[in-house]
């Protein structure tokens, strides 16, 4: 009789941890993704939630949730490149919070404005505050991918709003597994901490270039460094490529050192200037994003790890 108040207790409180959650995603494949993880970790209930989205005329957006979710825990994965976007994101959001969510959490695998997280010249706007404060009106915690705002993986509070930071560099690393003799270039230094992560899971060496930036006119200067990439396969790698400068002066420093190829990857595609982008086509092996910005180069999915990373943070705490 013990066996058997125990068996139906343990059963109870398997029932009770089940986190059932509605996945409002737009562009992403998180829902069947998690399915997918229930496989190996047993059912948390995820459903996929539905909401009306328009665009009046005059180009003004209108969302509506359909269904009842009153009272679950909402996630809602939708990447935010534009101003548009945002406008857009702050409507799902509101809808969800009208339609008496219990919880919503946003993945936004790209959040616009946040590279404007000081200020540097006097009488500027604060850009990532505003955003985030804003944010911080519909959401329990916002998770980003290789966000602009702090480097490091993992929880931190900004602007008083939770923030969950993922690293990407692992998904561009298993996209590259096949090349021969590779090694990992970060553009400045500020990345060379995701270069290193890069090499560390493809068993190679890395290195990282000197760039400078002014402050007023924006022009990028990368100096000379030997990197010592001759025949080798180099992966420069980057969190973001917005208007490819900084990727086109670390190309001419490389190139002259004769590697056997140079592949590019980011996690974020910006790609803003049309005749740099074609240029790093031209110069580049292969270039690669991931899908956290809809470009033409976007190949690495991130649904998968945004996946991992809420069954991690959700389910199982
Ligand atoms: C800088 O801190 C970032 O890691 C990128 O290197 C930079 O934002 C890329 O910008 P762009 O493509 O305009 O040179």
């Known amino acids: 009789n013990l066996i058997k108040f125990n068996l139906i207790k343990f059963n109870l409180i398997k029932f009770n941890a089940k986190f059932k959650m509605y996945i409002f995603e737009f562009g992403f494949d998180v829902a069947e993704k998690l399915k997918k993880l229930e496989e190996k970790n047993g059912n948390f209930g995820v459903k996929k939630g539905e909401i009306l989205l328009k665009k009046f005329p005059d180009g003004e957006f209108y ?18 490149y534009n101003s548009d976007e945002l406008v857009k994101t702050i409507l799902i959001l509101d809808a969800v919070k009208r339609s008496k969510a219990k919880s919503i959490m946003l993945v936004a695998p790209y959040l616009t404005y946040m590279r404007q997280d000081k200020i540097f010249l006097d009488g500027e706007a604060l850009s990532a505050e505003v ?4 944010l ?3 959401v329990d ?3 980003l991918i290789n966000s602009h705002i702090f480097r490091e993986s993992g929880e931190k509070t900004c602007y008083g709003i ?3 930071n993922v690293d990407a560099f692992s998904e561009i690393a298993k996209y590259f597994k ?6 990992i270039i970060s553009p400045d230094e500020g990345a060379s901490d995701m270069a290193k992560k890069c090499a560390k899971i493809l068993k190679c060496e890395s290195d990282y270039l000197i760039k400078k930036r002014d402050m007023v006119t924006g022009k990028i200067v990368t100096a000379d460094k030997n990197l010592y990439v001759e025949g080798k396969d180099v992966l420069i790698s980057d969190d973001i490529i917005s208007s490819g400068g900084t990727m086109i002066e670390a190309l001419k420093v490389i190139k002259k050192q004769n590697p056997a190829s140079i592949n590019l990857a980011c996690v974020h595609g910006v ?4 005749e740099n982008f074609l240029m790093l086509r031209i110069l580049a092996d292969e270039g690669v994003a991931t899908n956290s910005i809809p470009n033409k180069v976007g190949n690495i999915d991130l649904s998968n790890l945004i996946a991992e990373e809420l069954v991690k943070n959700l389910i199982k705490k």
């Open 63 to 80: 969302a509506r949730v359909i269904g009842n979710i009153e009272n679950e825990n909402c996630v809602v994965v939708k990447s935010i």
């Open 131 to 134: 955003v985030l404060k804003n």
């Open 136 to 138: 911080k009106n519909y």
């Open 141 to 143: 915690k916002i998770f």
């Open 162 to 164: 939770k923030i969950y």
């Open 178 to 183: 096949n090349l021969k003799n590779p090694k």
């Open 271 to 274: 790609f803003c200037d049309a």
